[in-house]
């Protein structure tokens, strides 16, 4: 009974796919495509066929993923503004060559259009999703479903201009669900000075990308790390810009579709769950709107009010802004002096920059062919030039007249913005620091890292020496600048491509004299200050402690290393100070501390339910990848903990202190190191016994933090029977019970699947044997089900005894008491 309902239910939902399907890939005059009929590419990815979308009766013609799931996942439609009544539609090849759908009186619906036509041509449904229209004699192509996309891009397509077959390619919503025809929303690429990405509603902009570095589009700052796979802008001179990607991995479905209220979305299809995961999206604030807060203002989406003006503009109408009302925008507080009149009183004093952090850079912008260090004075000697930002794979923009559509980001790799302003603005603006951090940036090129390690030990030693040169540097290259006094502040920063030397006046000033009250944490290494440098960005400032183990080779190498490395999951380190024989670090701020906080805290409101969690776990994972696998370094990090891991201000986890990380050598992938670093309870086996570590010791660290997550105890908090948080783990899987130990906060909210199946990724990362434990990638595919089936595993180390309490806080292999000893032989 129960046999044959699944058979029934199993057979409805494959009967969309294989009802009728025709053996063939192609289509001609002698074979046709009938309403019920179906064609199916050669590799069984995509099909063609007659479909009603949603809730209407209408017939179109569409091509769909090739997938078992109950409702079609339609990625192109030919009729999609003729839609047929009944199911009588045929699809074939007229007699002049053209592919057209023809209704029941053999009247033409829809045809490919094609004017000088042959009279013998084939159709083909190729395994991209493409269905070329062929002349058969010589092979020609003579019409392509992929020149005229309807609202998904599939991979290989080109989105935007080829001039070399002078065809132009949208995105084009569909009305609704239920209404393939044409609706408001189109995506495409601009390429008015440098390709972006845009979403337009009806004709006006949308949602913009930002422009293309030549490798991201630079409004996205988080295209760094996961997402956006294999994008890639294919650009010449003569015009053509156009988008494509090429997914590295061909066993997953990856396609990008614009919906019918404007949403613009990358999505992956998971075959455990038989259905689409959304894997990114344009829309994720009210600042994803373009132009929110008009002609010079800028957007937050963590602020309220979301919108403000630019530094040294005001409301255009202040009343209308205190409403919300904000489209009317900023103007300038005082004019240009370049846009006075002779006679004025303000007369001589220069106009200049001031500098904006990580904005995303607005719209219009105009590339032009200055150098790093003409950039901002080419825009001074132009007065309609009011901005100016110089990038890396763009080189200098320049912006005329109106700033718009200005976002803010708590993410790396947003550029600096500079804005040009009245001089009274400048002296005014306490706040903000002064043009002059390009000319102080002292521009070595591209200077490799150890080169860079090898300048730090210099620097070291002739820091003061340096400094005065900088200073001699400064007055060269800029001596009116310098005159007026207006970079002083700017030599506590010398800059060194991406690492920034701070003075320690700078920083003993930002956190008040390293004030008690500004004191963050004691880490492992010394005291973590917060502080706020004179243009108000916070920070978070190490200071190691003289008597910490950490010599000078530790430090620069957590100096080089981290600051290459950059993802949205790892802490952004700003620089470094060493005056003084200190010793510190400068780190990005993050405002919501440390998971640990969250996790075994008793704070209310710190509670996390489990989508943030979930999302902790991954992020984490995400973090760790990148570290073990797809930054050029290969990173071990080596004290993976709870404390490790801070939350920004939407509780994105970001791993930090990579204090203790070693570079490996592309071959190596263990190696033996002379100190064991890292912090008991995450400490895999084979490191606390016998200090090898490997990428499988950091995936028993995430094992370890995965358990803790799930259960909000702590790996050294003790159940009931005195058993540490693995061996109750281990115990309570051995029993089926694994339900037991989440915690009693999340329990109950219908996701305890999973949960257990967090618990149990967890414990495969916690094996004792380094082998048995799967690599960071399989984990994080066990996360989002892309392995559905997990091994079993088998017993965790440091399982066989009871802990001591002592361990505690201990710090390197003297503390291991006798049980865990003969528990763990070494091999
Ligand atoms: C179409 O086919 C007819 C014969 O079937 C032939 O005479 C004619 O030249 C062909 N036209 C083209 C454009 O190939
Ligand atoms: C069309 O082309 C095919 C393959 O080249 C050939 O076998 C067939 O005879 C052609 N038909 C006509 C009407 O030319
Ligand atoms: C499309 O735009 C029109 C006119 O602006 C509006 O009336 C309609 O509701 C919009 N449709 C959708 C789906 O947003
Ligand atoms: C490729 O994609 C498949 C399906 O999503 C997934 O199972 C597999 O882990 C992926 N492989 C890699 C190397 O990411
Ligand atoms: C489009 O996608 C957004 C974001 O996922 C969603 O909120 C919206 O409901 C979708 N629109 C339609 C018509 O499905
Ligand atoms: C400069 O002078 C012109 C004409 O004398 C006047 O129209 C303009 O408003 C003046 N500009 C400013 C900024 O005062
Ligand atoms: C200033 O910039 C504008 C806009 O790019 C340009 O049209 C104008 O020629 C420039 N003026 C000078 C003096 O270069
Ligand atoms: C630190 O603050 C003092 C007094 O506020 C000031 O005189 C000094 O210039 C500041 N130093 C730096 C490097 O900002
Ligand atoms: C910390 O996270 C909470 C959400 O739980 C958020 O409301 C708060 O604003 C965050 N704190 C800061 C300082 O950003
Ligand atoms: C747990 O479940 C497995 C299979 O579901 C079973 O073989 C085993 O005996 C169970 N163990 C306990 C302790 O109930
Ligand atoms: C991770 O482990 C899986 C299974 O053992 C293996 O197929 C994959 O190549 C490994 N990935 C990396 C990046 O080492
Ligand atoms: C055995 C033990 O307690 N190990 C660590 C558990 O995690 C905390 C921080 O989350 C560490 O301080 C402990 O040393």
Redesign the pocket.
């Known amino acids: 009974m129960s046999l044959s309902r699944a058979f029934l239910h199993l057979l409805c939902c494959f009967s969309v796919v294989f009802s009728g399907v025709n053996a063939s890939d192609t289509i001609s005059s002698s074979e046709p495509v009938r309403d019920s009929e179906t064609i199916i590419s050669s590799g069984n990815r995509f099909n063609l066929g007659f479909f009603s979308p949603g809730n209407s009766a209408n017939r179109y013609v569409g091509i769909m993923f090739n997938l078992p799931s109950p409702t079609p996942t339609v990625v192109w439609v030919a009729n999609r503004d003729k839609p047929l009544h009944d199911s009588s539609g045929i699809l074939t090849i007229s007699e002049d060559g053209n592919l057209v759908i023809l209704n029941g009186q053999k009247e033409i619906i829809w045809s490919s259009s094609i004017s000088n036509s042959m009279n013998n041509s084939t159709a083909q449904l190729l395994d991209t999703g493409n269905l070329v229209l062929k002349d058969r004699s010589n092979g020609r192509v003579l019409w392509e479903s992929f020149q005229y996309p309807t609202d998904s891009l599939l991979q290989f397509m080109k989105l935007g201009i080829d001039k070399s077959t002078n065809t132009m390619a949208i995105l084009k919503s569909w009305k609704s669900p239920d209404d393939p025809s044409v609706g408001n929303f189109s995506a495409g690429i601009q390429n008015r000075y440098i390709p972006q990405f845009l979403i337009w509603k009806n004709s006006s902009p949308y949602w913009r990308s930002g422009p293309w570095n030549k490798q991201i589009y630079i409004g996205l700052p988080e295209m760094n790390s996961y997402y956006f796979f294999g994008i890639d802008l294919v650009v010449d001179n003569a015009g053509t810009a156009y988008q494509t990607y090429s997914d590295q991995n061909q066993s997953r479905i990856l396609y990008y579709s614009l919906n019918s209220t404007g949403s613009y979305q990358e999505k992956i299809w998971d075959p455990s769950k038989k259905n689409w995961w959304v894997t990114w999206e344009n829309h994720r604030s009210e600042c994803d709107v373009y132009a929110k807060c008009g002609p010079f203002g800028s957007c937050n989406p963590g602020r309220s009010p979301i919108c403000s003006c630019i530094q040294g503009f005001k409301p255009k109408n202040e009343g209308e802004w205190e409403k919300g009302s904000w489209t009317g925008g900023c103007i300038r507080r005082t004019?240009l002096n370049c846009?006075?009149?002779r006679t004025?009183v303000e007369n001589g004093k220069q106009d200049g920059f001031l500098k904006l952090q990580t904005k995303g850079v607005p719209d219009f912008a105009i590339w032009v062919p200055s150098a790093r260090g003409d950039c901002e004075g080419d825009c001074l000697s132009n007065c309609s030039c009011t901005a100016y930002s110089y990038y890396t794979g763009i080189g200098c923009m320049h912006w005329n007249r109106i700033l718009i559509d200005i976002r803010e980001y708590s993410m790396d790799g947003a550029a600096d913005l500079f804005i040009r302003v009245a001089y009274s603005e400048l002296a005014n603006g306490k706040k903000a620091i002064p043009v002059a951090a390009i000319a102080s940036t002292v521009s070595i090129g591209s200077i490799t890292v150890i080169l860079c390690g090898y300048l730090f030990r210099k620097l070291l030693a002739k820091h003061r020496e340096r400094k005065n040169k900088n200073e001699a540097f400064l007055r060269e290259a800029s001596p009116k600048l310098y005159q007026e006094g207006m970079i002083k502040d700017d030599i506590n920063r010398v800059k060194i491509e991406d690492i920034t030397l701070y003075s320690f006046d700078m920083l003993a000033n930002a956190t008040d004299k390293f004030h008690l009250a500004s004191k963050l944490g004691q880490g492992g290494f010394g005291p973590v200050y917060k502080g706020k440098l004179p243009d108000g960005q916070e920070i978070a400032v190490k200071r190691l402690s003289q008597s910490s183990g950490q010599g000078l080779q530790e430090f620069m190498n957590e100096v080089v290393v981290i600051s290459r490395l950059q993802h949205r999951n790892l802490v952004r380190l700003l620089g470094c100070c060493t005056e003084r024989g200190e010793k510190m670090l400068v780190y990005d701020f993050m405002p919501n501390r440390s998971l640990d906080a969250y996790l075994f805290g008793s704070c209310k409101e710190k509670f996390l339910d489990w989508s943030k969690r979930a999302i902790i776990i991954e992020g984490t994972g995400r973090g760790l990848l990148y570290l073990h696998r797809d930054s050029r370094l290969r990173i071990i990090h080596r004290d993976l903990k709870a404390s490790n891991i801070l939350l920004d201000e939407y509780l994105n986890p970001k791993i930090s202190d990579f204090g203790m990380a070693r570079i490996f050598g592309g071959s190596q992938d263990q190696a033996n190191t002379i100190r064991v670093v890292g912090t008991y309870g995450y400490m895999a086996p084979e490191y606390a016994m016998q200090g090898r570590f490997s990428e499988r010791s950091d995936v028993y660290s995430f094992g370890v933090l995965i358990l803790e997550i799930v259960s909000g105890r702590k790996n050294s908090s003790f159940y009931g029977d005195g058993l540490t948080l693995l061996a109750y783990a281990w115990k309570l899987w051995n029993e089926n019970n694994s339900l037991k130990l989440i915690d009693p906060k999340i329990f109950g909210s219908r996701f305890e699947i999973e949960m257990v199946r967090c618990v149990h990724i967890g414990l495969l990362c916690v094996q004792e044997y380094a082998e048995d434990r799967p690599n960071v990638s399989t984990v994080l595919s066990m996360l989002t089900s892309d392995i559905a089936e997990l091994p079993t595993p088998k017993q965790p180390a440091f399982t066989g005894g009871h802990a001591s309490p002592q361990q505690g806080s201990s710090k390197s292999q003297g503390s291991m008491n006798a049980d865990s000893i003969t528990v763990l032989e070494p091999r």
């Open positions: 004019a846009e006075r009149n004025d």
